[in-house]
């Protein structure tokens, strides 16, 4: 079974960036969408940016213009850099297939703090 493991995250100020991988265990060329998705305290897992297999992307409303999401197949690797950070984005982030497909990894945590 595929396994993630989310790497990249950090403590960054306002208005900084940080670029975050997920490595699959496995080939992850079989899942049409991958995505990532952050959880903040005291709030449900939301999703964030997906690709298909084939380059094209989406993003939430509130990352838009910000994040860029971005796969390698032949690495099995997913990738989200972050730009212009907000306060608003510190959460534990978190990649999957869309739809879900695998276990949840341990997730990469995010804040922005000054």
């Known amino acids: 079974q595929v396994q993630l493991v989310e790497s990249g995250g950090g403590l960054v100020q306002p208005g900084g960036s940080l670029a975050l991988s997920c490595a699959a265990s496995?080939?992850?060329?079989?899942?049409?969408?991958m995505a990532w998705y952050r959880q903040a305290p005291g709030k449900e897992r939301e999703l964030v940016a997906g690709?298909?297999?084939?380059?094209?992307?989406n993003y939430a409303d509130s990352v838009k213009g910000r994040f860029t999401i971005s796969r390698d197949n032949a690495k099995n690797t997913v990738y989200l850099r972050m730009t212009s950070l907000k306060p608003e984005d510190t959460a534990v982030y978190y990649c999957?297939?869309?739809?879900?497909?695998?276990?949840w990894g341990q997730g990469t945590q995010v804040t922005v703090s000054s």
């Open positions: 999957n297939s869309r739809p879900l497909r695998y276990p």
């Open positions: 496995g080939s992850i060329f079989d899942s049409m969408v």
């Open positions: 690709i298909t297999r084939g380059g094209t992307t």
